[in-house]
């Protein structure tokens, strides 16, 4: 192996650069160490064939230049600042990126009808994947930001998270049990198997589950798993979640779960959780819920229909009269109807809350 050192410039043709005194050719290993000079450093040789490249623990590389064909695939160790790869990558066979901690990929990687798999770590991949192949995520978290190309399987292994805010097109997308997808970018076609789907952007994937966002995809199947929905107002993806579907939407029996993140809905409200593009039907339905169904949530009862919106969309109603908030915007007074959300003052029977945050935290029940 050439161990990078950094010792004379930050060049990797220059020969002092490395530890054995020459320059990388094809069919090196190289390793870029801890406690190096230059670890900010640069490809300028060209129309190089490697082996592999192994990054070490505790480093804070961001490499870029020409671009490479790589064999043997990469190891980025855990620890120091996100380590930054900006070098085009072209698969010369299958292999296996493991990284351990936080890795970008910040240009592009051609998988030249190969398998590449990500194993472990935090990947960011702001670069593209591009030409066909497979690509599998296997353990650990990715964030894709960039635009994905390539035809063929993008297949998301079981303990996995992706977050795709950026573009997936060609490829088929499939999720397995335990993973987390979510995202504010495009899916190409999904299918997903107990899988647990959160729309909205979420850059760390798996910790944020309430980021509000639309999530894309074309056709999409999921089969048990759940999808997570936020409600915070009045607006889908600024307010409240949704997924907009162009294709064909199969529900077999996933969980649905709404949360409400602030004041309750008004009765009578509407949410989109579901924009079914063209005419097709929704074909199936989420557990326990067929065509006209209630539930609720937080005191709140809601309405399903899955031929609602233009006729074939998935859409909530707040039904009836649910708890009423206090704002408290007018004035301390519970018989002003200002200060309570749903704009009327509570009468007998109603269930009242007190949120966090509002005016008029010291008021008076004037109501006789």
Not at 131 to 157: A, K, P, Y
Request: aromatic share 6%; proline share 5%.
């Amino acid at each position: 192996p050439k161990s990078w050192t950094g010792a004379v410039s930050n060049l990797w043709s220059e020969s002092g650069n490395w530890h054995t005194g020459t320059a990388p050719v094809d069919g090196d290993v190289l390793i870029f160490p801890n406690g190096v000079a230059n670890q900010t450093n640069t490809n300028d040789i060209i129309g190089l064939d490697l082996e592999s490249v192994s990054i070490g623990d505790n480093a804070s590389y961001d490499i870029s230049g020409n671009a490479i064909t790589i064999t043997g695939g990469i190891t980025s160790g855990g620890g120091g600042s996100p380590k930054i790869w900006n070098v085009p990558i072209t698969l010369a066979a299958s292999q296996t990126f493991i990284v351990d901690g936080h890795l970008t990929l910040a240009n592009s990687i051609e998988l030249n009808g190969h398998t590449l798999t990500f194993d472990g770590g935090r990947s960011s991949i702001s670069g593209s994947l591009e030409g066909s192949g497979t690509f599998i995520i296997t353990n650990g978290s990715i964030n894709l930001t960039g635009i994905s190309t390539f035809s063929g399987q993008f297949i998301v292994d079981v303990y996995t998270n992706l977050n795709v805010a950026g573009t997936m097109t060609n490829s088929i997308l499939t999720a397995t049990e335990l993973c987390n997808l979510s995202g504010n970018g495009i899916l190409p076609i999904t299918t997903l198997d107990r899988t647990s789907l959160y729309p909205g952007d979420n850059p760390s994937p798996g910790v944020d589950r309430h980021a509000i966002g639309i999530l894309s995809s074309n056709s999409f199947a999921m089969t048990s798993g759940r999808i997570g929905i936020d409600i915070d107002g009045s607006a889908p993806g600024t307010d409240y979640d949704q997924l907009d579907v162009t294709g064909t939407v199969t529900l077999d029996n996933p969980q649905l779960r709404v949360s409400l993140l602030s004041l309750p809905p008004v009765p009578g409200s509407t949410y989109v959780i579901v924009a079914n593009d063209g005419t097709d039907a929704v074909i199936g339905t989420f557990n326990g819920l067929p065509e006209g169904a209630t539930f609720s949530v937080d005191g709140t009862t809601f309405q399903i229909t899955y031929v609602g919106g233009t006729g074939n969309d998935i859409v909530l109603t707040a039904q009836g009269v649910g708890p009423k908030s206090w704002t408290g915007a007018v004035s301390n007074l519970w018989s002003e109807s200002g200060n309570w959300h749903t704009g009327t003052a509570p009468v007998d029977g109603d269930v009242l809350i007190f949120p966090n945050g509002v005016a008029n935290q010291t008021n008076t029940n004037d109501i006789i």
